[in-house]
């Protein structure tokens, strides 16, 4: 039974391979168009485009999604959203379904990938984690990102969850970035992604029922504690996690 899931998981892997390059060659022009359009305008369209490619890439590769919290955005707010992070799968869910415009901070290396590098710049302010003149470029960006009415999407784990607990250490980024604008904060947990993408496993894919939960804005005071709002933030996560980790 094992072998016959092993290679089962190959083939699921070859088709959601195949399947999410077409899609993305079908969307990869208009979303391009976004490029000569002004933010925030601009990036709304390309999130709404992102977000029905992977409603249509997620359908085929049998991995429906559900997302709830959707609410906790109040319109005319801007916020940081902090999401945990279990599996490369994680990223083509965290913008596509955040409501509105908005970027994720992302790794300089996928944006070299030939064509994907373009959207993915689209998406995301780049950074690299081991340049230090880098991560502060970055950091600016992002205040940037907030300042024209756009959502910061953020892992404050910084990498993937290998650990055996819900989650693993916070980053100060996420926390600092909130205390320095006075930006509220929508903790987002993201279910059963490891299920599809385990860490681990090369060319391996199995199709499962996928959810990103928002849960309501932590009020951040402007200039406030951001160690304080870190500590909130991991706790409201890690008791969501452990309640729904069933789902």
């Known amino acids: ?43 709304d369209i390309f999130i709404r485009i992102a977000r029905l490619w992977m409603n249509v890439w997620l359908t085929l590769a049998g991995c429906p999604i559900r997302i709830k919290g959707k609410e906790n955005f109040l319109k005319g707010k801007t916020y940081i959203v902090t999401c945990n992070h279990n599996s490369l799968m994680d990223v083509p869910l965290s913008c596509p379904y955040i409501p509105g415009p908005n970027k994720t901070i992302a790794k300089t290396s996928f944006a ?11 998406g995301s302010v780049l950074v690299d984690r081991k340049n230090e003149a880098s991560r502060r470029k970055s950091f600016e960006k992002m205040k940037e990102v907030l300042e024209k009415g756009m959502h910061m999407s953020i892992y404050p784990e910084g990498t993937r969850n290998r650990t055996g607990e819900p989650l693993k250490k916070f980053h100060d980024g996420a926390f600092r970035l909130a205390a320095e604008t006075g930006h509220d904060i929508i903790p987002a947990v993201i279910f059963n992604t490891s299920k599809v993408l385990p860490i681990g496993k090369a060319f391996y894919f199995w199709p499962h029922k996928l959810e990103m939960h928002f849960l309501p804005a932590v ?25 729904h980790r069933s789902v």
């Open 112 to 122: 070299k990938i030939p064509l994907f590098g373009f959207f993915y710049m689209k």
């Open 1 to 43: 039974m094992k072998i016959i899931k092993e290679i089962l998981g190959r083939l699921f892997a070859l088709w959601a391979l195949l399947t999410f390059l077409i899609t993305f060659l079908i969307i990869f022009i208009p979303s391009m168009l976004c490029w000569l359009i002004p933010e925030p305008a601009g990036q």
């Open 219 to 243: 009020q951040v005071a402007k200039n406030g504690d951001y160690a304080i709002i870190k500590e909130k933030v991991f706790q409201l996560m890690k008791d969501h996690y452990a309640a």
